[in-house]
């Protein structure tokens, strides 16, 4: 393993009452590519008459809500009037734009839950795009060797993703039952990142555990995997940005004065959010804006 290759270990957070491993933003990267949100739930099973999974409604702005579903179903609705349950093997994409909000709900008698849940900052340009919300029941999936693939956003090779995407992206899935041994070509201009679904992944020679990302810099051309038996790994990629992101609460942006209009916005009840119906709880309020 390189020198310049960095490993960061997620830190455990708290979504919807669910214990997750966030793998960034942390303190030691903030972003990779347009990748700015990493958010590992799960595998857990509910106990009978648990709650599950129950996040209120709450606003987005200047990026895209990505979900790959592994295990279990949630539902999803937003302002927009999308109500939209996701399954294992699909992608729920939820551009945010200018505004919008939404919510996410365990569904019944379901008490598996996996799932990778990441965002996707939008270029400066399309920061106030109308928002949207984009289901991806089918994509493109094949075998390697032992090894399946998804390709979940962007292009790989001559296999390209219908995932609505801004910028140059990459967001691949890799799974093997019985392990497996895969070599992938890089893009050079692209920063990567490496973080085990489900158990232990050997990169270049050395082991990455589960809750670990391994973070590659641009330049890197290609990169040797063995996953273990039953191991799944997700790679993320992209063009560095341009410009340092701001992140606060559910926001991001280059400017902290969006920030700091969006939260107002949201406090206030601003029309550019909608309302999000057919949910039964309180909206989520906004924490203390600090730090802007």
């Not at 349950?85 to 008490?111: C, D, F, K, W, Y």
């Given at each position: ?17 669910i ?49 790959w ?17 996701i ?76 995932t ?28 990567h ?27 890197n051309?290609?990169?040797?995997l ?8 997700l790679?993320?990629?992209?063009e ?8 606060w ?31 039964q ?12």
């Amino acid at each position: 393993m390189t020198q310049q290759w960095q490993r960061i270990a997620s830190r455990l957070t708290d979504v919807g009452g669910i214990p997750v491993a966030r793998a960034i933003p942390v303190k030691e990267r903030r972003t990779i590519g347009p990748w700015c949100f990493l958010d590992h739930i799960g595998p857990t099973r509910f106990a009978p008459g648990a709650p599950g999974m129950d996040v209120g409604p709450h606003p987005h702005i200047a990026l895209q809500t990505f979900t790959w579903m592994l295990e279990g179903e949630i539902l999803h609705r937003d302002s927009l009037g999308s109500k939209q349950v996701i399954r294992p093997g699909q992608v729920n994409l939820m551009t945010a734009g200018r505004g919008i909000a939404h919510t996410e709900e365990s569904v019944p008698n379901q008490p598996d839950l996996h799932a990778a849940q990441l965002w996707i900052a939008l270029p400066e340009a399309d920061q106030h795009t109308p928002p949207r919300f984009d289901h991806y029941p089918t994509l493109p999936r094949w075998q390697q060797g032992e090894i399946t693939l998804t390709l979940l956003i962007g292009e790989h090779g001559s296999r390209r993703a219908p995932t609505l995407h801004f910028s140059p992206i990459l967001g691949l899935d890799l799974h093997a039952p019985e392990g497996g041994e895969i070599t992938l070509p890089l893009d050079l201009a692209f920063e990567h990142g490496l973080f085990p679904l489900v158990g232990e992944t050997i990169v270049a020679g050395e082991a990455l555990a589960p809750e670990q990302l391994l973070y590659l810099p641009p330049g890197n051309r290609e990169v040797v995997l063995t996953l273990r038996p039953g191991a799944r790994l997700l790679l993320i990629g992209g063009e560095p940005l341009p410009r340092p992101l701001q992140i606060w609460w559910n926001f991001v942006s280059v400017d902290k004065e969006a920030i700091r209009t969006a939260a107002a916005d949201w406090e206030s009840g601003h029309p550019r959010f909608g309302e999000v119906t057919g949910y039964q709880g309180p909206r989520l309020k906004a924490p203390p804006l600090t730090g802007l």
